[in-house]
């Protein structure tokens, strides 16, 4: 008989963080003997906030804030989670304490299988097949190109019918060069706009 379990999405890239809750149906597949997730329905969408940074560092008690307020918003029991994944991406991913985040999150979800990732290869395709897997199907002579575009990369991903045939990663995005609000005058660079400009 199906079980009804929870399963939690969470994204940390260099702009923004947020969440997805699901629920699904976790059963037996009569035919491989193997366990399938079913009728999978998102239950909680967060809203975008930005990345905290403090320093060149991730704001790690402002970023647990946002997770248990999400938990508590989503009515999310943590030792009920059956699994999900955590992407940490684009400069977030390079800062010194992005592990940190990875062990907060497993601390909270001890008996869950929590996936982790800052390959942006692997934030390449997740992006082709969340954008335009059913479009490259339903096309299945036509290459495709996604162009995921961030605040510190932007992911790109060839396929074609469905499959991924070849991923990259540019350091091109919105976050590189900061400036002062209304002026032109320059607050930071990141390491890889200074050497562009030097």
Known sequence: MPAEVTLLGLDFGTTTSSAVVASAQLAQNSVT???????????????????P???????????????????????VDSEKVFGGGALVTGLAAQRENAPAV?????????NALIATADDPRLEAWLA????????SYACPEVPIVNLDVGGGTTNVAVGQNGIVSRTGCLYVGARHIQVEPGSYQISWLSDYAFDLFA
């Open 128 to 135: 082709f097949m969340g954008s335009c897997a059913k479009l």
């Open 53 to 75: 940074f403090e320093d060149d560092l991730i704001d790690e008690s402002q970023l647990a804030r946002y997770l248990d307020e999400w938990l508590a918003a989503g009515d």
């Open 102 to 110: 990875v062990r907060m999150i497993r601390q909270r979800f001890k």
């Open 33 to 51: 003997g193997r366990s399938d997730l079913t009728d999978i329905r998102e239950s909680f969408r967060s809203p975008l906030v930005f990345t």
